[in-house]
């Protein structure tokens, strides 16, 4: 029961569920199954969850949480099915299938979010008063930036150096771009394609974890955000820094 | 209205829908995420134009989009995250970093700081914004619960 629960958790945690949604899971689901007697502790980065059954038996699960990512479909996927286990009857075998089912299941293939992280950026672009020249260059380092971004995470670099150097991409293809083409305004094209890479996801899960009394959560997601903020400072400064060296 | 401040929406709207599928957000979700980056950036305009106040136009801007996420939240019964996460996007002060960067890196100091500063206290706002509207939703479930 406790590893069910702990893997219920894992999933939602490492989509990007806030804290105390984890830990509401993690009741829901020992609860459903007649489990009522349970302690669970979540933070960004660990799962602690001990069980206890009708005789007293302790079972206790530890997962080290080390990626995460976005899926928010997931996390609304999964909820669902934990509120529904009571009226569909599930047992928990079947739930443990379903869950499984649910969490190999991606929405959208590589090709399509990368084309749309074009869109973004360059939408994005024209927002903040780009031309439409902005606009097509935007939409090119967009998804640039979305692949670029995918290849890093899978080779494991940490989060820090990611969004460096993402942001330091952007910068050097708009400003190449500039000395070619007349009148492009790059400073609109860069910031199109760093909105991809802005931290709205921790800044919101911190919030939220503060505000239901998730303290430790709240503030490493603030770091996280924060970290995120300055990493990206760092990468389009530098590179900036850099172009104006050798230009 | 003029076409200008409906184009800008229509941009933010687009751009919203981009970010939200990047974040696994499919169906009717998608739609009315993009509809809440639409909400954020219209408020924030039409308040910026008619007051010239940036952090209240920032804060009533963050704080309809997480009152319509709380309202979509419970009419899908999806987790309120989904939405706000979104439809917030638009007003994060990635730019105000980006120039602030710019202006440090040319050796205008004063300037990066102020921009700097600037970028913070939008943070800040937003966080506010989000902040209150959870609250009173867990207050408003808190009261339907005792009724």
């Known amino acids: 029961m406790a590893e069910l629960a702990t893997e219920t958790a894992q999933i939602v945690l490492q989509s990007g569920g806030e804290t105390h949604r984890v830990e509401n899971i993690i009741h829901k689901v020992c609860k459903q199954f007649g489990y009522d007697n349970v302690e669970s502790y979540v933070t960004p980065t660990g799962i602690f969850l001990s069980v206890w059954d009708d005789q007293d038996h302790v079972a206790t699960s530890i997962k080290r949480i080390n990626s995460r990512s976005t899926d928010l479909n997931k996390i609304a996927s999964i909820s669902k099915l934990c509120d529904d286990i009571k009226s569909r009857n599930l047992s928990p075998d079947q739930y443990s299938q379903e869950m499984h089912v649910l969490a190999l299941k991606t929405v959208y293939p590589l090709p399509v979010q990368v084309l749309f992280g074009g869109i973004s950026a360059s939408f994005y672009a024209l927002l903040f008063g780009g031309s439409w020249h902005d606009f097509g260059i935007a939409f090119f380092i967009g998804i640039l930036i979305v692949l670029f971004n995918r290849l890093l995470y899978k080779a494991h670099f940490n989060i820090f150096l990611i969004n460096a150097l993402c942001g330091g991409l952007a910068v050097f293809i708009a400003r190449f771009a500039g000395t070619y083409i007349n009148g492009l305004q790059t400073d609109k094209i860069v910031i199109g394609t760093i909105m991809l890479l802005v931290p709205g996801l921790a800044i919101v899960n911190a919030i939220r974890d503060t505000m239901a009394g998730d303290l430790v959560s709240g503030t490493a997601r603030l770091v996280e955000a924060f970290f995120i903020a300055i990493a990206i400072a760092a990468g389009t400064g530098s590179m900036l820094k850099l172009w104006y060296l050798f230009y | ?147």
């Open chain 2, 1 to 147: 209205m003029d076409t200008d401040l409906l184009s800008k929406i229509l941009f933010a709207t687009i751009g919203t829908m981009g970010f939200a599928v990047g974040s696994n957000i499919r169906g009717w979700k998608l739609l009315f995420t993009s509809l809440g980056g639409a909400i954020g950036w219209g408020s924030y305009l039409l308040v910026l134009q008619q007051t010239h106040a940036l952090l209240l136009s920032i804060f009533i801007g963050a704080l309809l989009v997480s009152l319509y996420s709380e309202i979509l939240g419970r009419i899908f019964r999806v987790p309120i995250t989904v939405f706000v996460v979104c439809g917030i996007i638009p007003l994060v002060p990635g730019s105000v970093i980006y120039y602030a960067m710019s202006q440090y890196v040319q050796g205008n100091f004063m300037k990066a700081m102020r921009l700097m500063m600037q970028a913070l206290l939008i943070a800040g706002t937003i966080s506010i914004s989000i902040a209150v509207v959870s609250t009173f939703a867990n207050i408003f479930q808190d009261l339907k619960r005792r009724l």
